[in-house]
């Protein structure tokens, strides 16, 4: 098992205006499960492919425990790398994909039919090793790619979106199941995904990414309860956060016909802007009779548990300079308001987030 460094590292394809990865620091603990998630061409594939050596770094460096691997071939990184199309061979059995590589290690056979078998238990794959792919489910040939990966005993796992071949049950149970095996295995393992539930569910630490910049590393939790800017606050959650921009008045930030609180000292954080943007997850809103930020229904999602509402504020002003904006309350009343109507919501202080929407950067 190893650490992995990124220090400011870059990767600029040949013709491009802008570096596809820029300047990326980034310290992976041993053992740890990090996730790389942002929107596509954001540049987290970018990054794991620079770790495995399959891209070039134009600058700086990756080093994996005490070893500066920025120019080592692939092969001499002690790597494993699980693709997104499994990449299996369809003439071999199970088995013989997944000792394919001990193979062209010459490790002994006794010895690569021990590794194939343990892997084989882990997974779940033992009355499969001698099918051919085409005889696998899409969950089972996954499951074949990362048990070759296992075989190999690296010191880093790399995965790039593993999942996003399969349905989405069986994303779900196999997401658990990566999970709870690189816990076992206690493996470093980096994966990328776009799917922002994989990386709240999966990662030890989440690292969001936006046009080849880091925005935010931090725990799943701490990224959704004190995201670092506008960009991490609307990408992570789901539904997403409310973020609404509104006028300063006394006493916080008017939305609509309705006064969000906000401390003076958080106000005094922004001097000389008339206009901050607030963010209120759907889950913190309250159904109110007194009081709260308007909103006409326009839609209703029942899904037995909860609901969701989904409309605009109600009086927002005509001439306000941008459109009123869309509004998500997750709900748990039984009795849910109908299309069409006009509820009240009210949020606690403590869960209202301020952003400056000068700067994109979190000010509360």
């Not at 039919?113 to 051919?132: D, I, M, N, S």
């Amino acid at each position: 098992m190893a650490t992995v460094s990124y220090r400011d590292a870059t990767r600029i394809f040949p013709g491009a205006d802008r570096p596809a990865v820029d300047g990326l620091t980034l310290e992976i603990g041993d053992g740890e499960f990090m996730v790389l998630v942002g929107p596509s061409g954001c540049g987290k594939s970018t990054s794991l492919r620079m770790l495995a050596g399959l891209e070039e770094v134009n600058s700086g460096s990756i080093w994996i425990g005490d070893t500066d691997v920025t120019n080592l071939p692939p092969k001499d990184r002690d790597i494993a790398m699980v693709f997104q199309n499994y990449a299996l061979y369809p003439h071999m059995t199970v088995a013989e994909n997944m000792g394919f590589a001990l193979r062209m290690q010459n490790v002994p056979r006794t010895e690569q039919e021990q590794r194939v078998t343990e892997a084989a238990r882990l997974l779940g794959l033992k009355e499969f090793l001698h099918r051919k792919p085409k005889a696998l489910s899409g969950g089972q040939r996954q499951r074949v790619a990362m048990g070759r990966a296992i075989v190999r005993q690296p010191r880093v796992f790399l995965m790039d979106e593993p999942l996003s071949n399969l349905d989405a049950k069986l994303r779900v149970s196999t997401r658990t199941q990566i999970a709870a095996l690189q816990t076992r295995l206690g493996v470093t393992t980096v994966y990328v995904t776009h799917d922002q539930v994989e990386a709240m569910t999966m990662g030890d630490r989440v690292a969001v990414m936006k046009d080849g910049l880091l925005q935010q590393v931090d725990s799943p939790l701490a990224l959704y309860d004190t995201p670092r800017n506008l960009f991490v606050a609307g990408f992570i959650g789901s539904p997403a956060m409310n973020l609404i921009e509104g006028r300063v008045t006394e006493g916080g930030v008017q939305v609509g016909d309705f006064v969000v609180p906000v401390s003076r000292e958080v106000l005094a954080k922004a001097p000389g802007e008339d206009v901050l943007t607030i963010g209120i997850r759907p889950e913190n809103f309250v159904l109110s009779e007194d009081g709260g930020i308007g909103m006409d229904v326009a839609v209703v999602e029942e899904l037995g548990a909860d609901s969701y509402l989904y409309g605009i504020p109600s009086s927002y002003p005509a001439d306000a300079p941008l459109p009123a904006p869309q509004l998500v309350a997750r709900i748990t009343s039984r009795r849910t308001p109908q299309k069409g109507s006009q509820v009240r919501l009210q949020v606690d202080p403590e869960y209202v987030h301020v952003f400056s929407p000068r700067t994109g950067d979190r000010i509360s």
